[in-house]
Nanobody, 118 residues
Framework: HVHLVESGGGSVQAGGSLRLSCVAS?????MGWVRQAPGKEREGVAS???????NYAYSVKGRFTISKDNAKNTLYLHMNSLQPEDTATFYC???????????????WGQGTPVTVSS
């Protein structure tokens, strides 16, 4: 089992920035950020493979950056130029087999809410 705890969510005005953090039991596997807006399906935002391969959703490319600090067992999501359509609960997830922007991760955090006002 991999334990994941997100933090860093909050309320921000359009154009603002936030940094989400996810402290994990370890960061050896593929790790990703997935968000779910109210009334919508979960949407993969970004992933970072164990080989360093990066993958971003088209809607966030150029605005969001995923990174990790293995020494701190922490995954980050730097979010810039936030827009109201980015409002969602953001989840950190990891898996030894699944990777990318799909919902097929085995382990999930509890989520951290992000609200962007216009």
């Amino acid at each position: 089992h991999v334990h994941l705890v997100e933090s860093g969510g909050g309320s921000v005005q359009a154009g603002g920035s936030l940094r989400l953090s996810c402290v994990a039991s370890h960061t050896r596997y593929c790790m990703g950020w997935v968000r779910q807006a109210p009334g919508k399906e979960r949407e993969g935002v970004a992933s970072l493979g164990s080989d360093g391969h990066l993958n971003y959703a088209y809607s966030v490319k150029g605005r969001f950056t995923i990174s990790k600090d293995n020494a701190k067992n922490t995954l980050y999501l730097h979010m810039n130029s936030l827009q109201p359509e980015d409002t969602a609960t953001f989840y950190c997830a990891t898996d030894w087999n699944s990777c990318g922007l799909g919902p097929g991760y085995r382990y999930w955090g509890q989520g951290t809410p992000v609200t962007v006002s216009s």
